[in-house]
């Protein structure tokens, strides 16, 4: 399963696509135009992801299209939108197949977030909720290689301690220890990371192991075996991020949890 | 858009093996049980844990039982230092968890909880369990979820259990670590007392002492220098009245662990001797009369002692520079009768001079004085003023007294009887606020006489800034018995003026008797 997740960046690679940094646009749909974007959006230009884990023949760069992303995470305002609209992902009619019992928890009932809460990121949302919402808005949920792109802190192959690992690795908490705008493009951008770790479309993709107490081998991706696989063994940030994503399942709804949606530039 | 739903149709297709995965474990081990021989399993209970540095007493069941195990996870800002807090990850409150105590042959149910309000995944692995990652991959939950699984204790021992989510040594380093257990059928030698220690190391961001609120800093981590190595998980957590009290005579277990996760120790105790060693906490006492016990990291070593004669002892990670700068230190209180035939305590002191050289540190002290009276004066001297210690310099000085002071001067300021001078109603400490703050300034060295006691041995310059000069005497001049105006850090500035110059005219006149 986990191998036809990650079929479409494999498949890049086997026709050759695979680039080096500097050349990344080669054989990557070049970016149109930023002017596509709408407001409270963020241009991210075509580039390269280096995946944190190494596959079978080594370090791999992946192409990644150029993308809109929203500067925001979606808050508890834009969700209850979603949810007057689409009633069937209120917390009272969801299937239990699609959220777990602790789904919209901080929520009174199906249409009441607390007053409070209502411009900040919404949480509680499973995988499912977040990309219904993210295609009901005319996009998607990012790829990891996406999200990583924008959000990883640093890019997977940086040395610690030089300027590209600055924001990552040091702060306090786990989220800002581990988030941070990555590529230098966005430096300049309204791109804001909330307090909350962020769902991706493939979030159990890259490495998970075996969950249901059956051994996937040595070099299970939570355990001792990362820092053999991974780029960098030295980018805590990182593993605290492939970590946790890897503890996730589909229908979770988790309190520091939440989600942003892309566009792919048109 | 095309990969969006290919995604969903993946995950979809995860949810029902996952769901059906977990086997019921007492069942399936159960299962193997007769064919593996093992002990019959009787009845259930819930496990026996005990908070640090106290040890669950020892199990009489004569048969194996299933133990019912609860262990919570939780992210928590605690106190690391004086003045010093840091987000600490814990096996419930504290760092080390509970010990926990179980029986060889025992099945242990353990459910592993991540509190909705942590914000990473977690897992537990117990080095006494056998089986892929000791239960790390079975645990390994998100933030509001909880898993079980079911262990056997096939093994007797000492043994860690920790976290061992990506990135391991972060976990570790943030306090995920304790000690399990397994006891041997037959039990262990009786003991009068046992306590349990483990070391552990903290990557602050800031330097060690540095106040305020620290996080883990990545790249002390991987270069494996830590700012803080301590016992229990804090710096004095087992010092002043939280040291070990044990009687003379009394036998005594200490349960040792080593979390590091990156320096082994060399656990030892300064004036006393180890009876019986079970080398990285095996079941075999394999060396008597040990002075010094490795601990390894990810390891753990038993130690049985008697302590002979009463008196304040202190215990230490021998790498000593670990013990005096970064926390590696507790106390032990021994009561009883004293001993004499054992240790004499100090019999006599007398003058020793076979006429060498004037050391350094004497000929400042000296020079001041005379340089006092030349030099003008810049503020009126500190025993003129009636000031009255404010509060806030008071509780200041009594996180630096706590941090640089206690090692030798003690908790209560009382010293130690023939090495270290009391401070608690001390005349010496009192009778002159401008020679307490040189002491501080430059350090002290050779004979003093105190409360009528002669002492003669060496204290270091510290070299702390004049506000933290200014504080600790306060702290020490208004307690332990002492009452005493305050000292100001422009006291304090105003004596180091005073001895730059005097040590600029030392050295000018140095210099001349080399030449002559």
Same mark, same amino acid.
């Given at each position: 399963m986990r191998l036809l997740i990650a079929a479409p960046a494999l498949l890049l690679g086997a026709m050759g696509l695979v680039a080096e940094a500097g050349t990344a646009n080669q054989g990557v749909r070049?970016?149109?135009?930023?002017?596509?974007?709408?407001?409270?959006?963020?241009?991210?230009?075509? &580039?390269?992801?280096?995946?944190?884990?190494?596959? &079978?023949?080594?370090?791999?760069?992946?192409?990644?299209?150029?993308?809109?992303?929203? $500067?925001?995470?979606?808050?508890?305002? $834009?969700?209850?939108?979603?949810?007057?609209?689409?009633? @069937?992902?209120?917390?009272?009619?969801?299937?239990?197949?699609?959220?777990?019992?602790?789904?919209?928890?901080?929520?009174?009932?199906?249409?009441?977030?607390?007053?409070?809460?209502?411009?900040?990121?919404?949480?509680?949302?499973?995988?499912?909720?977040?990309?219904?919402?993210? $295609?009901?808005? &005319?996009?998607?949920?990012?790829?990891?290689?996406?999200?990583?792109?924008?959000?990883?802190?640093?890019?997977?192959?940086?040395?610690?301690?030089?300027?590209?690992?600055? &924001?990552?690795?040091?702060?306090?908490?786990?989220?800002?220890?581990?988030?941070?705008?990555?590529?230098p493009e966005l430096a300049n951008?309204?791109?804001?990371?909330?307090?909350?770790?962020?769902?991706?479309? @493939?979030? @159990?993709?890259?490495?998970?192991?075996g969950r249901i107490g059956t051994s996937e081998g040595a070099d299970s991706s939570q355990f001792c075996g990362d820092g053999i696989r991974a780029v960098d063994p030295s980018n805590y940030g990182a593993f605290l991020r492939y970590s946790f994503r890897s503890s996730l399942r589909a229908n979770f709804a988790l309190k520091n949890l939440g989600f942003r949606c892309v566009r792919e530039a048109p | 858009m095309k990969h969006f739903v290919f995604f969903a149709v993946a995950a979809l297709g995860c949810v029902a093996p996952v769901q059906a995965g977990y086997p019921d474990a007492s069942a399936s081990l159960g299962a193997t049980r007769a064919s593996a021989g093992l002990e019959e399993i009787r009845g259930e209970e819930r496990a026996v844990v005990t908070s640090a540095p106290h040890v669950p007493p020892p199990i009489t069941r004569r048969h194996a039982t299933k133990v019912l195990l609860d262990v919570e996870v939780k992210e928590h800002t605690k106190t690391l230092a004086d003045g010093v807090t840091y987000t600490y990850w814990t096996f419930g409150d504290d760092a080390p968890g509970q010990f926990i105590r179980v029986r060889e042959g025992d099945l242990v149910q353990t459910k592993f909880s991540n509190h909705p309000d942590n914000t990473v995944a977690h897992n537990i692995d117990f080095h006494s369990a056998t089986g892929p990652g000791g239960g790390g991959e079975a645990s390994f939950v998100a933030p509001g979820h909880s898993a079980t699984f079911t262990w056997r204790a096939m093994r007797a021992g000492l043994y860690l259990y920790h976290c061992v989510a990506a990135p391991a040594g972060m976990h570790l380093a943030n306090g995920m670590y304790g000690l399990i257990l397994?006891?041997?059928?037959?039990?262990?030698?009786?003991?009068?007392?046992?306590?349990?220690?483990?070391?552990?190391e903290f990557y602050t961001n800031g330097a060690y002492g540095e106040r305020g609120d620290q996080h883990f800093d990545m790249s002390k981590a991987v270069r494996e220098q830590p700012e803080y190595v301590v016992f229990n998980g804090r710096v004095g957590a087992l010092m002043g009245e939280n040291a070990l009290r044990m009687n003379v005579g009394e036998s005594v277990r200490l349960y040792l662990g080593n979390a590091g996760p990156a320096l082994m120790s060399s656990f030892h105790i300064v004036g006393e001797i180890f009876d019986d060693v079970y080398s990285e906490g095996g079941t075999k006492v394999n060396q008597n009369n040990v002075q010094t016990t490795v601990v390894p990291v990810g390891g753990s070593a038993m130690v049985d002692l008697v302590m002979d004669v009463p008196g304040a002892y202190q215990f230490v990670d021998h790498s000593m520079f670990r013990a005096f700068?970064?926390?590696?230190? #507790?106390?032990?209180?021994?009561?009883?009768?004293?001993?004499?035939?054992?240790?004499?305590?100090?019999?006599?002191?007398?003058?020793?001079?076979?006429?060498?050289?004037?050391?350094?540190?004497?000929?400042?002290?000296?020079?001041?004085?005379?340089?006092?009276?030349?030099?003008?004066?810049?503020?009126?001297?500190?025993?003129?003023?009636?000031?009255?210690?404010d509060s806030a310099a008071v509780e200041h000085g009594k996180e630096v007294y706590a941090k640089i002071c206690t090692t030798c001067h003690q908790p209560d300021g009382r010293g130690m009887a023939g090495v270290f001078p009391p401070l608690a109603?001390?005349?010496?400490?009192?009778?002159?606020?401008?020679?307490?703050?040189?002491?501080?300034?430059? #350090?002290?060295? #050779?004979?003093?006489?105190?409360n009528g006691q002669t002492f003669n041995g060496v204290m270091p310059n510290f070299s702390l800034t004049d506000k933290e000069i200014a504080s600790v005497l306060s702290y020490v001049r208004t307690n332990f018995g002492n009452a005493g105006p305050a000292v100001t850090p422009s006291d304090v500035q105003r004596v180091r003026a005073l001895l730059a110059k005097a040590e600029s005219g030392a050295k000018d006149r140095s210099t001349a008797s080399d030449r002559r």
């Open positions: 070049a970016c149109k135009s930023a002017s596509a974007c709408r407001t409270r959006e963020v241009f991210v230009p075509a &580039g390269v992801y280096v995946p944190f884990f190494k596959s &079978g023949s080594g370090i791999k760069a992946v192409p990644v299209e150029p993308i809109c992303l929203s $500067e925001t995470a979606v808050t508890h305002e $834009e969700f209850l939108g979603f949810v007057r609209d689409h009633p @069937n992902w209120r917390k009272s009619r969801i299937k239990k197949l699609f959220a777990e019992g602790s789904y919209l928890a901080d929520w009174q009932d199906d249409l009441t977030p607390r007053p409070e809460t209502l411009s900040q990121p919404v949480t509680f949302v499973s995988w499912f909720a977040a990309g219904a919402y993210c $295609e009901a808005a &005319g996009g998607r949920l990012p790829t990891v290689a996406e999200w990583e792109r924008f959000a990883g802190g640093s890019t997977p192959t940086s040395k610690p301690g030089t300027a590209a690992d600055r &924001g990552a690795g040091q702060g306090a908490t786990p989220f800002a220890f581990a988030m941070g705008r990555s590529a951008t309204a791109l804001a990371f909330p307090g909350v770790w962020e769902w991706t479309a @493939n979030f @159990n993709s890259a490495m998970v192991s | 397994v006891e041997p059928k037959q039990g262990l030698p009786k003991v009068d007392k046992e306590f349990f220690i483990v070391q552990g700068n970064k926390g590696a230190m #507790g106390a032990i209180e021994v009561d009883g009768p004293l001993r004499p035939e054992l240790f004499s305590g100090r019999q006599s002191e007398e003058i020793f001079n076979p006429g060498t050289r004037l050391q350094r540190v004497a000929a400042v002290t000296t020079s001041v004085s005379p340089a006092t009276s030349a030099a003008p004066v810049p503020a009126p001297a500190p025993q003129a003023k009636a000031s009255t210690a109603q001390s005349d010496y400490l009192m009778h002159d606020s401008e020679r307490a703050i040189r002491v501080l300034l430059e #350090g002290l060295q #050779g004979p003093i006489t105190v």
